[in-house]
């Protein structure tokens, strides 16, 4: 070892150096580990003592009058938790958890204005126009041990907001509210994560 008593020249002192940094950190690397309940106490084991390796997330519900918001949203909790967890997204028939998600609520209200000008019979005229508007989407949200029916976590007030800018063409104002609902979802998502992470 580079430690002991043997006369070592300084690059072959710092190899070994940086050899020993690599094994100490393969051995104290980390990540989100979703591990079974019965590593936590007694008081919240869970039936089987298995760890939770795979996760259904079904399609949200709710009674958006977008078209595909649902799935949109459904895409974004699937993105963030197989890009992050670790767990294997599968059906519900194959799941350790699942994690259900309910479009509650949905508001959008004005929060910017501008001024035009119009000449009506010679009168100059002016009227205020909204030219932002700030979309607020609520969540229900559950996480769900499908091998007891426990419910592991449950949120019925999560929350995100965000603006668009709104202008004459109806097209392009949809076109940035969708771009709203994406980031919200995104956001939503994230928060649902790190819920869920909480809990293990």
């Given at each position: 070892?580079?430690?002991?008593?043997?006369?070592?020249?300084?690059?072959?002192?710092?190899?070994?150096?940086?050899?020993?940094?690599?094994?100490?950190?393969?051995?104290?690397?980390?990540?989100?580990?979703?591990?079974?309940m019965e590593e936590q106490g007694a008081s919240r084991k869970e039936p089987g003592g298995a760890g939770f390796h795979k996760?259904?997330?079904?399609?949200?519900?709710?009674?958006?009058?977008?078209?595909?918001?649902?799935?949109?949203?459904?895409?974004?909790?699937?993105?963030?938790?197989?890009?992050?967890?670790?767990?294997?997204?599968?059906?519900?028939?194959?799941?350790?958890?699942?994690?259900?998600?309910?479009?509650?609520?949905?508001?959008?209200?004005?929060?910017?204005?501008?001024?035009?000008?119009?000449?009506?019979?010679?009168?100059?005229t002016e009227y205020e126009t909204t030219s932002k508007r700030t979309l607020m989407v609520r969540l229900e949200a559950r996480?769900?041990?499908?091998?007891?029916?426990?419910?592991?976590?449950?949120?019925?007030?999560?929350?995100?907001?965000?603006?668009?800018?709104?202008?004459?063409?109806?097209?392009?104002?949809?076109?940035?509210?969708?771009?709203?609902?994406?980031?919200?979802?995104?956001?939503?998502?994230?928060?649902?994560?790190?819920?869920?992470?909480?809990?293990?």
């Amino acid at each position: 070892m580079w430690w002991s008593s043997k006369e070592k020249y300084p690059g072959e002192v710092f190899l070994s150096y940086l050899a020993l940094l690599a094994v100490l950190f393969i051995h104290t690397a980390c990540g989100y580990r979703f591990v079974g309940m019965e590593e936590q106490g007694a008081s919240r084991k869970e039936p089987g003592g298995a760890g939770f390796h795979k996760i259904a997330i079904p399609i949200s519900e709710g009674d958006s009058t977008f078209p595909g918001l649902e799935a949109a949203f459904t895409t974004a909790f699937r993105e963030e938790f197989a890009s992050r967890s670790g767990l294997r997204l599968v059906s519900k028939e194959e799941a350790d958890v699942i994690l259900e998600a309910k479009i509650s609520r949905i508001k959008t209200t004005p929060s910017a204005y501008s001024v035009e000008q119009f000449n009506i019979g010679g009168l100059a005229t002016e009227y205020e126009t909204t030219s932002k508007r700030t979309l607020m989407v609520r969540l229900e949200a559950r996480l769900i041990h499908k091998g007891s029916g426990k419910v592991i976590w449950k949120d019925s007030r999560i929350e995100e907001r965000s603006s668009y800018p709104v202008g004459k063409d109806p097209l392009v104002n949809i076109h940035h509210e969708r771009r709203a609902y994406i980031d919200i979802a995104k956001r939503l998502a994230r928060r649902i994560f790190l819920k869920t992470v909480e809990r293990f």
